[in-house]
């Protein structure tokens, strides 16, 4: 072997974590922009619930096939990961039905990313230099690509109560981060199939208290009332199913990743996924990106770059 070759066999190794971080990073985003344009059609907890069923349909073939083994630990990790990242996922939806987007979405985007690297420091991770300053690059960045514009009658600033709710989704989003990341390598896939069904259960719960729980009917509305009608209910289905395989893929390349590097360094990278949904909605929406988005974006391309040196 070249003596080039023996240098490049371990850059080449650990760049593959972040390529599965970034992996999860597209694919978080892309179920998104799904989920977000189903849910001008449909209840955003009925989108949500389809969206986790296929997405754990997908997940079991795959655990299935993969097998595993799972302890009572990695089951209990799983179980709890599952409740709070979907206890984070219906406090996000509250705080922005009281609250400015442009101010809840960017708050609890950078909480969740917060919560692992903290996280990732208490537990004795200690990454390079380099990839440190790409993390607290990727925070700033986060901030700024999801940032919203503020929409007509939206207040200009936030309640503390709505404070509140955006920080605690954060860290819901980052505490499921964490709570997976502790599951043994051994048990495969099975600790997200697990999380996926115990966030069901209470998504399902949710949907059953707030009765919307019912098959759409033209004229329905979105979430907040004023979003467009529902004529095709078919295709709000559709937009729903294909954002759960997204995301089933953002959860199992996140897990390949956290399981082959720092959670702090994939923590930082996977949070970045606004980006790709900012990206989504500029080609097939025709949203332009605000001039602090591109600036996020460029940051965290920086930001990678750095940590993938790191």
Same mark, same amino acid.
């Given at each position: 072997m070249a003596r080039e070759d023996v240098f490049a066999l371990p850059v080449a190794c650990a760049a593959v974590p972040i390529l599965l971080a970034l992996l999860s990073a597209a694919?978080?985003?892309?179920?998104?922009?799904l989920g977000g /344009?189903?849910? =001008?059609? *449909?209840? #955003?907890? !009925?989108?949500?619930?389809?969206?986790? $069923?296929?997405?754990?349909?997908i997940i079991a073939v795959a655990c299935l096939v993969q097998g595993g083994v799972v302890t009572s630990a990695d089951v209990a990790w799983s179980l709890?990961?599952?409740?709070?990242?979907?206890?984070?996922?219906a406090t996000f939806y509250s705080a922005l039905a009281i609250g400015p987007m442009g101010v809840v979405?960017?708050?609890?985007?950078?909480?969740?990313?917060?919560v692992p690297v903290t996280s990732g420091f208490a537990l004795g991770e200690r990454p390079a230099p380099m990839?440190?300053?790409?993390?607290?690059?990727?925070?700033?960045?986060?901030?700024?690509?999801?940032?919203?514009?503020?929409?007509?009658?939206?207040?200009?600033?936030?309640?503390?109560? /709505?404070?509140? =709710?955006? *920080?605690? #989704?954060? !860290?819901?989003?980052?505490?499921?981060? $964490?709570?997976?990341?502790?599951?043994?390598?051994?048990?495969?896939?099975?600790p997200v199939l697990i999380g996926r069904g115990s966030s069901i259960v209470v998504v399902l719960t949710l949907a059953a208290a707030f009765?919307?729980?019912?098959?759409?009917?033209?004229?329905?509305?979105?979430?907040?009332?004023?979003?467009?009608?529902?004529?095709?209910?078919g295709r709000g289905l559709r937009l729903a199913a294909a954002g759960g395989v997204f995301d089933a893929g953002g959860n199992v390349f996140y897990l390949l990743a956290v399981r082959a590097d720092l959670l702090a360094v994939v923590a930082a990278v996977q949070s970045l996924y606004p980006a790709a949904t900012v990206g989504l909605a500029g080609a097939f929406q025709g949203e332009r990106p605000q001039r602090v988005q591109v600036v996020g974006m460029v940051l965290a391309l920086v930001a990678v770059a750095l940590v993938s040196l790191g």
């Open positions: 694919s978080y985003g892309v179920a998104d922009f /344009t189903a849910s =001008r059609r *449909l209840h #955003a907890l !009925v989108v949500t619930l389809i969206s986790m $069923v296929v997405g754990a349909s709890a990961a599952g409740v709070v990242g979907s206890m984070g996922l979405a960017p708050v609890s985007a950078v909480t969740s990313a917060i990839a440190l300053l790409g993390i607290a690059l990727a925070l700033p960045a986060i901030a700024m690509v999801a940032r919203e514009r503020r929409l007509p009658g939206e207040p200009r600033r936030m309640a503390s109560s /709505t404070l509140v =709710r955006a *920080l605690a #989704a954060g !860290v819901g989003f980052g505490s499921y981060l $964490v709570l997976i990341s502790r599951t043994g390598e051994a048990s495969n896939l099975w009765g919307v729980l019912r098959w759409p009917r033209r004229h329905d509305r979105g979430v907040d009332g004023a979003q467009e009608v529902v004529d095709e209910p």
